[in-house]
Every structure is written in structure tokens, then in C-alpha cells.
């Protein structure tokens, strides 16, 4: 029963985070159109918002699911085929600011316009631009990030590998509960530390690196292509 209730929780609270998604990104879009790059306050404003949902989201589904990670995976498959331990991989977030700002795109690892459903560009391209300095500590960012997610993919792996020898596998029925609950607490971990991350990335790029309005540019790239998978995940 009380599985069934984290994974009842964990969907209500996976439906009203996609709400959410859907008024920031229509405000975030009304932004776009309606306000000048001059409105610094107001830019940040509607940025932080968005982050602080993404946020909040984590924290309310880490406390929901009472310490089983396993119950974040309440999206369609299709979106849990894109995702990456529960969400939008970290680096996404830098690779969307590579496209949308025309840096070099061979930085890609996929044609993130084949998941965009973009239609036509708001803003000009001087509006996207990033000068030198932007361009470095992007892609020391980069650099960083790809660490940390290389680190997490390892101790995920080190988890599946750790299930050969746990008591359940060779057939010993003592320690199974303890060698399950520390599979769980260590998957756990490994969500949080996820969650962490993204959060973590965002807010260097949109409080440290980019300018408020391109801040909103990269809120509104990284909230329609996760409105579109879980769209197209429905089909």
C-alpha cells in the first residue's frame, strides 16, 4: 500500500510540475514578445520562478516518494527513454544554449531540432550571441558537467553490478532485505545528486553566464522540448 500511494503521489506531483511547465512557458514566451532586453528585473524575475518550479518539483517528489527512487519513473516510456535518471539530462541545458545561440553546433552529441518544435525564432540573432568570454565559461561548464554525469552513469553502473553477488541473486536468503534496502538508499542518493546537478547547471548559466534576456531564450528552449516529449510520449 504505501508503494502504491509514492507512486499515486509522485504522478499528481509529475501532472502539476507539467502544468506549471505550461504557464512558465507561456509567460515566459508573453516575456519575450512584450518586454525590452532593458527590463533586467523583470527578466530575472520570471527566470527564477521557472527555476525555482523545477525545483520545487524535486524536492516535493523526493519527499513524496518516501526514499523510493524507483517511483520517479511515473512518465510515459517514451519519456523515460529520453530522460536521464528522472529528468532532462544536466548537459541538455548547454547544449541548448549551443543551439539557440549558434555556437558551434558540432558541440551537439544529437539534432536537438529534431526534438524542438520551434516554429519561428523570437528575438534576433544579436539577442543570442555570446561574446568571448560567455563562449569560455560555457564550455568550461560544459566540461565540468560532463564530469559529474560521467561520475553519477558510474555509480549507477557500480549498483546494477553490485545486484550479481547480493544474497537475492545466489540464492541466500539472509541479508535480502538489508542488501534491497541498500539498493535503495544508494539509488536515492544518486536521484538526488541528479536533481542537484540540473538545478546546479541552470543556475550558473542563467544567474552567471548568460544575460537576462538570453536566460529566458534558454527557459523557453528547455521547457518546450520537455512539454514536447511528454506530448509525444501521450501518443
Not at 516535493?60 to 511515473?74: E, F, M, N, P, Q
Not at 535480502?176 to 544508494?186: F, G, N, P, S, T
Not at 543556475?203 to 520537455?226: F, N, W
Request: hydrophobic share 40%; with cysteine; glycine share 6%.
Amino acid at each position: 500500500m504505501a508503494a502504491s500511494t509514492s507512486t499515486s503521489n509522485h504522478g499528481s506531483n509529475f501532472h502539476h510540475w507539467i502544468f506549471l511547465q505550461q504557464a512558465d512557458f507561456e509567460e515566459l514566451m508573453n516575456v519575450l514578445t512584450t518586454v525590452s532586453e532593458a527590463d533586467i528585473e523583470l527578466l530575472h524575475r520570471v527566470s527564477q520562478k521557472t527555476i525555482q518550479h523545477l525545483s520545487d518539483y524535486q524536492q516535493t517528489r523526493s519527499v513524496h516518494h518516501g526514499g523510493d527512487a524507483l517511483s520517479i519513473y511515473k512518465p510515459s516510456s517514451f519519456e523515460n527513454s529520453l530522460f536521464w535518471i528522472g529528468g532532462l539530462k544536466p548537459s541538455i541545458y548547454i547544449r541548448l544554449v549551443y543551439s539557440i545561440a549558434g555556437i558551434d553546433s558540432k558541440k551537439l552529441e544529437f539534432e536537438l531540432s529534431k526534438l524542438l518544435i520551434i516554429g519561428d525564432r523570437i528575438g534576433s540573432k544579436r539577442e543570442m550571441e555570446c561574446n568571448d568570454m560567455q563562449v569560455k565559461l560555457i564550455e568550461a561548464l560544459h566540461v565540468e558537467t560532463v564530469k559529474s554525469e560521467d561520475k553519477i552513469s558510474s555509480r549507477m553502473a557500480n549498483l546494477q553490478e553490485c545486484v550479481a553477488i547480493d544474497p537475492l541473486v545466489i540464492g541466500c536468503s539472509d541479508g535480502v532485505d538489508l542488501a534491497l534496502e541498500a539498493h535503495r538508499v544508494a539509488f536515492n542518493e544518486v536521484v538526488m545528486d541528479v536533481d542537484e546537478l540540473r538545478v546546479k547547471v541552470l543556475k550558473e548559466l542563467i544567474d552567471h553566464i548568460l544575460t537576462p534576456l538570453q536566460g529566458v531564450h534558454l527557459l523557453v528552449a528547455s521547457t518546450r522540448l520537455h512539454l514536447s516529449i511528454h506530448e509525444w510520449g501521450k501518443r
